[in-house]
């Protein structure tokens, strides 16, 4: 692209709110259970004010800016305000740790972290200060700047072990061709605003002039209400919503009418809860993808080609695929080993790490994020698991997402994280870690061995259970698997 292509995102959104005024751009479903509905025009008012006051904090063009907001109005004001500026901005999770978060902020070195913490840094500007704001100058900050970043993003991975991802995004809006989500939806953002799935759900779609019903915290039911509400008609949501969205009383009696694409990223998706999904909206506006923050790809399929292909998570969009084993090799269809990604487009540099380094690519440009799975003779990809979280257990590899997607289908297991614990007999032991959908009445650890029995081979059924109130997932509905299976040494 050209450096004369495009509208910076800034000015892109003070267009919008000349030529939409004050049509809905933004509902934000607060934590509270309230809504607030924004326009454009108002939208454009308060980022103008937040960058003011950014500005007095001493940001300027080129500098990163660290959000440690919810997703909420203000993320949003905050992030615009950023742009206007000529900032780049730095998503990052309102929970995280202390220390996890200290160790991303020395290695981006951001000039501002705007958030709520129970330790702030020096200088932060707290939720209540961007609040604060209505009194500044509402008119756009002079000049016309673009940052070299959109955004970085911070990433632990399954690692534990912080890193921030610099992929080219060059914030500039240009009109996107189709991607998966195309233009003129109403999107619900669903996904955290720190999560990729929630920036692009959130933020591609304003800048493309579309309305973002915006949900600060997932909650099964509200969404669907939300979605019958507002006639939702997009939406990018990761397994665990989709699985406990398929988990609700009558929700084969709700309206997803308006639903004319639903997109599925992230880990393995159970695969009854796949065909709960293909029955709720019709299966050819269901899109099942893999990839990742690092743009090593894009894999994806619909519905329709999914019940041809059960289980699959479809073929390379923009990029070619391969399965090979260690030394290399590419494996025949069928084999599992790890899956190897390379783009169309010949960009051999697609990110880079810092905190972390940056793998080079193998001969040819191919990556990988890790992950194993399995080819049809089609070309079809079947995500096993993590290769960092496949259990050894006597000799035999065993996949915690397997296990999972057994277990998950359990009318008593509302969420289940599959580990390995250290064992004399067996190296390392298959532990399940189950959130029953009552804590009054939870399912014994004899009735789950038994549902195990009947659907996985014997060294996959887990050795022991754990019955917790809560796994501890972020709003992502990511899991630390090293960090839970680290906890629990010696738990049998």
């Given at each position: 692209?050209?450096?004369?292509e495009?509208?910076?995102?800034?000015?892109?959104?003070?267009?919008l709110?000349?030529e939409l005024?004050?049509?809905?751009?933004?509902?934000?479903a607060?934590?509270?259970?309230?809504?607030?509905?924004y326009g454009?025009?108002?939208l454009?008012r308060r980022?103008?004010?937040?960058?003011?006051?950014l500005?007095?904090a001493g940001?300027?063009?080129?500098?990163?800016?660290?959000?440690?907001?919810?997703?909420?109005?203000e993320?949003?004001?905050?992030?615009?305000?950023a742009?206007?500026l000529?900032?780049?901005?730095?998503?990052?999770?309102?929970?995280l740790?202390?220390?996890?978060r200290?160790?991303l902020?020395?290695?981006?070195?951001?000039?501002?972290?705007?958030?709520?913490?129970?330790?702030?840094?020096?200088?932060t500007?707290?939720?209540a200060d961007?609040?604060?704001?209505?009194?500044?100058d509402?008119?756009?900050?002079?000049?016309?700047?673009?940052?070299?970043?959109?955004?970085?993003?911070a990433?632990s991975?399954?690692?534990?072990?912080p890193?921030?991802i610099v992929?080219?995004?060059p914030?500039?809006?240009?009109?996107?061709?189709p991607?998966?989500?195309?233009?003129?939806?109403?999107?619900?953002a669903?996904?955290?605003?720190?999560?990729?799935?929630?920036?692009?759900?959130?933020?591609?779609?304003l800048?493309?002039?579309?309305?973002?019903?915006l949900?600060?915290?997932?909650?099964?039911a509200?969404?669907?209400?939300l979605v019958?509400?507002?006639r939702?008609?997009a939406?990018?949501?990761?397994?665990?919503m989709?699985?406990?969205?398929?988990?609700?009383?009558?929700?084969?009696?709700?309206?997803?009418s308006?639903?004319q694409?639903?997109v599925?990223?992230?880990?393995?998706l159970?695969?009854?809860?796949?065909?709960?999904w293909?029955d709720?909206?019709?299966?050819?506006?269901f899109?099942?993808?893999?990839?990742?923050?690092?743009?090593?790809?894009?894999?994806?399929?619909?519905?329709?080609e999914?019940l041809?292909?059960?289980?699959?998570?479809?073929r390379?969009?923009?990029?070619?695929?391969?399965?090979?084993?260690?030394?290399?090799?590419?494996?025949?269809?069928?084999?599992?080993?790890?899956?190897?990604?390379?783009?169309?487009?010949?960009?051999?540099?697609?990110?880079?790490?810092?905190?972390?380094?940056?793998p080079?690519?193998?001969?040819?440009?191919?990556?990988?994020?890790?992950?194993?799975?399995?080819?049809?003779?089609e070309?079809?990809?079947?995500?096993?698991?993590?290769?960092?979280?496949m259990?050894?257990?006597?000799?035999?590899?065993?996949?915690?997402?397997?296990v999972?997607a057994?277990l998950?289908?359990h009318?008593?297991?509302?969420?289940?994280?599959?580990?390995?614990?250290?064992?004399?007999e067996?190296?390392?032991?298959?532990?399940?870690?189950?959130?029953?959908?009552?804590?009054?009445?939870?399912?014994?650890?004899?009735?789950?061995?038994?549902?195990?029995?009947e659907r996985?081979?014997?060294?996959?059924?887990?050795?022991?259970?754990?019955?917790?109130?809560?796994?501890?997932r972020?709003?992502a509905g990511k899991?630390?698997?090293s960090?839970?299976?680290?906890?629990?040494?010696?738990?049998?």
């Open positions: 692209m050209g450096a004369d495009g509208i910076p995102y800034g000015r892109r959104l003070t267009e709110a000349t005024g004050e049509h809905t751009a933004l509902v934000v607060a934590a509270d259970g309230s809504e607030q509905r454009w025009a108002t454009e980022a103008n004010q937040v960058a003011h006051r500005a007095r940001v300027g063009e080129g500098d990163l800016v660290a959000v440690g907001l919810p997703s909420n109005a993320h949003v004001m905050t992030t615009f305000a742009w206007k000529g900032a780049a901005v730095l998503p990052l999770r309102p929970e740790p202390g220390w996890e200290d160790r902020l020395a290695l981006a070195e951001p000039r501002l972290l705007v958030g709520d913490w129970p330790d702030p840094p020096p200088g500007l707290a939720l961007v609040r604060a704001t209505t009194d500044e509402d008119t756009p900050p002079p000049g016309d700047r673009m940052p070299p970043y959109a955004r970085l993003i990433t991975g399954s690692t534990g072990t890193k921030i992929a080219p995004s914030a500039r809006y240009v009109p996107a061709g991607g998966v989500i195309p233009a003129g939806q109403r999107v619900l669903v996904c955290p605003l720190y999560h990729a799935n929630g920036y692009a759900s959130c933020y591609t779609t800048l493309a002039g579309d309305p973002v019903v949900v600060e915290r997932f909650d099964a509200r969404v669907v209400d019958e509400r507002h939702v008609s939406a990018i949501m990761v397994p665990t989709l699985q406990r969205i398929a988990r609700l009383d009558g929700v084969r009696d709700r309206d997803f308006s639903l694409r639903v599925y990223g992230a880990a393995v159970p695969e009854w809860v796949a065909r709960t293909l709720l909206v019709p299966p050819e506006r899109l099942f993808t893999y990839g990742g923050s690092e743009g090593l790809g894009i894999v994806a399929c619909t519905g329709r999914w041809d292909h059960p289980g699959t998570t479809g390379g969009a923009d990029c070619d695929v391969a399965v090979r084993d260690a030394d290399g090799r590419d494996l025949p269809p069928g084999e599992i080993g790890e899956i190897w990604l390379r783009l169309r487009s010949g960009e051999s540099d697609p990110f880079r790490y810092v905190g972390a380094e940056t080079a690519p193998a001969d040819g440009g191919w990556r990988s994020f890790g992950d194993m799975g399995r080819l049809d003779a070309g079809y990809l079947y995500i096993a698991d993590r290769r960092q979280d259990i050894v257990t006597g000799g035999v590899n065993v996949f915690p997402a397997e999972e057994a998950s289908e009318p008593e297991v509302a969420d289940v994280a599959v580990v390995g614990v250290p064992d004399p067996w190296q390392r032991a298959v532990h399940a870690v189950v959130q029953p959908r009552s804590a009054a009445e939870p399912p014994t650890a004899g009735e789950l061995r038994a549902w195990c029995k996985l081979a014997g060294p996959k059924v887990p050795k022991s259970f754990e019955i917790v109130d809560e796994l501890p972020t709003g899991i630390n698997r960090r839970l299976a680290a906890e629990r040494v010696g738990a049998r």
